[in-house]
């Protein structure tokens, strides 16, 4: 029993709550105070090296989430495996909790991989993936902007892929995308925040993320949203050290050793 049955199907919730959850998540980062003190890059450097003003960033996220949800809708369609009385037969717990790890190490694989040929491959790198990158200064309303080829091809078919492969049902679905969306909006928001449960669990967080959005990083840290597996597999792995700025907030530096 989960608090929307009777009101929501679990496909509609498949669909829509990841759209939800990002907004509501991205909005509660883009409404805090300025926070200088735990910024990983000042206010002012945001503003002269971000190429994309926050209005189009908006457009572009809506665009890629319409995709999404239509590719959602689609997907359980095809998928779905309710009985002649209209219930679909959940998996246990614990059986839900493997499917979603491995739809975790699925959808990393694939982003990892289509994510580093987006680098390697100067043509798409010019023409789709350096949308992406007109954010130097992460920020997390802007968790999704990007390129609409790359959005289908990163985002909305590693989701898919990470679905089918793992054999979940929707309602599963609903927990996996849910997390995902979260882990990505916080991967790009900015800030190293004390007590932060993702910069203690996962070594692939904010500021992971943040040496790949820097010149000296785009050949590095391909790796998202969850581990750092095939970046430390593959030779793409760049440590940091988190330096403290005179004038407040941290530096994720680059460290080659």
Same mark, same amino acid.
């Given at each position: 029993?989960?608090?929307?049955?009777?009101?929501?199907?679990?496909?509609?919730?498949?669909?829509?709550?990841?759209?939800?959850?990002?907004?509501? *998540? %991205?909005?509660?980062?883009?409404?805090?105070? /300025? =926070?200088? !003190?735990?910024? $990983?890059? &000042?206010?002012?450097?945001?503003?002269?090296?971000?190429?994309?003003?926050?209005?189009?960033?908006?457009?572009?996220?809506?665009?890629?989430?319409?995709?999404?949800?239509?590719?959602?809708?689609?997907?359980?369609?095809?998928?779905?495996?309710?009985?002649?009385?209209?219930?679909?037969?959940?998996?246990?717990?614990?059986?839900?909790?493997?499917?979603?790890?491995?739809?975790?190490?699925?959808?990393?694989?694939?982003?990892?991989?289509?994510?580093?040929?987006?680098?390697?491959?100067?043509?798409?790198?010019?023409?789709?993936?350096?949308?992406?990158?007109?954010?130097?200064?992460? *920020? %997390?309303?802007?968790?999704?902007?990007?390129? /609409? =080829?790359? !959005?289908?091809? $990163?985002? &909305?078919?590693?989701?898919?892929?990470?679905?089918?492969?793992?054999?979940?049902?929707?309602?599963?679905?609903?927990?996996?995308?849910?997390?995902?969306?979260?882990?990505?909006?916080?991967?790009?928001?900015?800030?190293?925040?004390?007590?932060?449960?993702?910069?203690?669990?996962?070594?692939?967080?904010?500021?992971?993320?943040?040496?790949?959005?820097?010149?000296?990083?785009?050949?590095?840290?391909?790796?998202?949203?969850?581990?750092?597996?095939?970046?430390?597999?593959?030779?793409?792995?760049?440590?940091?050290?988190?330096?403290?700025?005179?004038?407040?907030?941290?530096?994720?530096?680059?460290?080659?050793?």
């Amino acid at each position: 029993m989960v608090f929307w049955e009777g009101y929501l199907s679990d496909e509609s919730m498949g669909t829509f709550a990841p759209i939800v959850v990002y907004w509501i *998540y %991205a909005g509660f980062y883009q409404l805090l105070p /300025p =926070l200088d !003190g735990y910024r $990983l890059h &000042t206010r002012k450097e945001e503003e002269e090296k971000n190429l994309v003003p926050l209005s189009t960033v908006v457009k572009g996220v809506l665009l890629q989430q319409l995709v999404q949800a239509t590719v959602a809708q689609m997907l359980f369609l095809l998928t779905s495996n309710a009985n002649s009385t209209g219930i679909t037969i959940q998996p246990s717990i614990p059986i839900q909790l493997l499917q979603i790890a491995f739809a975790m190490f699925v959808m990393d694989t694939w982003q990892y991989f289509v994510h580093r040929y987006m680098h390697q491959n100067k043509f798409l790198y010019r023409h789709v993936h350096s949308q992406h990158h007109r954010l130097v200064v992460p *920020y %997390a309303i802007g968790a999704l902007y990007n390129h /609409p =080829l790359e !959005g289908l091809l $990163l985002d &909305t078919l590693g989701g898919a892929i990470s679905y089918l492969v793992a054999g979940m049902t929707a309602r599963t679905a609903v927990i996996f995308f849910s997390f995902a969306v979260i882990k990505t909006v916080d991967d790009h928001c900015g800030l190293w925040l004390p007590g932060n449960i993702f910069h203690i669990l996962f070594q692939n967080n904010t500021a992971y993320h943040d040496i790949h959005h820097q010149l000296q990083g785009t050949k590095y840290n391909y790796s998202q949203p969850f581990f750092s597996i095939w970046d430390k597999l593959l030779g793409t792995y760049m440590p940091y050290t988190l330096v403290k700025r005179r004038e407040g907030g941290y530096e994720a530096r680059l460290r080659k050793d």
